[in-house]
């Protein structure tokens, strides 16, 4: 379970997020989290958020968004506000490591998404080169984090459908949607993250 303070890395992108707010902090309102984004890097594919605002506030570096059918740059500063339902991605365009505040807007169980997508990435259980798990463990996570997230450039109606029929499959086959990031352990009351 994601706390305050808490790391984790995703092995595939060399990404690497940091909870900064909670849900159970927020009392569901909100969930913040640092982001470190590698150079020259494409974290991820087009995507949604249905039901969440998503807000990008960079600290660090410059980032490039492309949200619906638009590019846009943010350097140190600057902000880009998704609104729920926007397909949109993002780049590091420039030479080091970006710093980007992301805020999700209500916070759902942004974090849980997470900690299971970064858990198989440190398990080894992702493809290198798309950077995603195979088709029936992307139906059981989709199925239960579809609040939360969906693919961009297919229709949200037909992910559900396929997805719903997938999903009990891939739960018959083991796989699961509450796949919890590993490498946590307290030292001293704080969570920190295992190498």
């Known amino acids: 379970m994601a706390t305050k303070g808490n790391t984790i890395i995703n092995q595939i992108t060399g990404q690497r997020i940091t909870f900064v707010q909670t849900a159970r902090d927020t009392d569901g309102a909100s969930m913040v989290m640092d982001e470190y984004v590698p150079a020259n890097g494409l974290v991820d594919q087009e995507h949604v958020h249905p039901q969440q605002e998503e807000t990008f506030s960079v600290l660090a570096g ?25 397909p949109h991605a993002f780049a590091n365009k420039g030479e080091g490591e970006a710093v980007m505040r992301v805020t999700y807007r209500p916070a759902l169980n942004t974090e849980g998404f997470f900690e299971a997508f970064f858990g198989l990435s440190q398990d080894g259980k992702m493809d290198p080169k798309t950077g995603l798990p195979n088709l029936l463990q992307i139906a059981v996570l989709a199925q239960a984090y579809r609040k939360e997230i969906a693919f961009g ?27 919890p990031y590993p490498y946590q352990k307290a030292v001293r009351g704080q969570a920190v993250t295992a190498r």
């Open 62 to 86: 410059t980032m490039e968004f492309y949200v619906a059918e638009a590019t846009l740059k943010a350097s140190a500063g600057e902000s880009v506000v998704v609104p729920a339902g926007v």
């Open 153 to 179: 450039g297919i229709p949200v109606l037909v992910q559900r459908i396929l997805f719903g029929a997938l999903a009990p499959i891939g739960r018959l086959l083991g796989y699961r949607a509450d796949y």
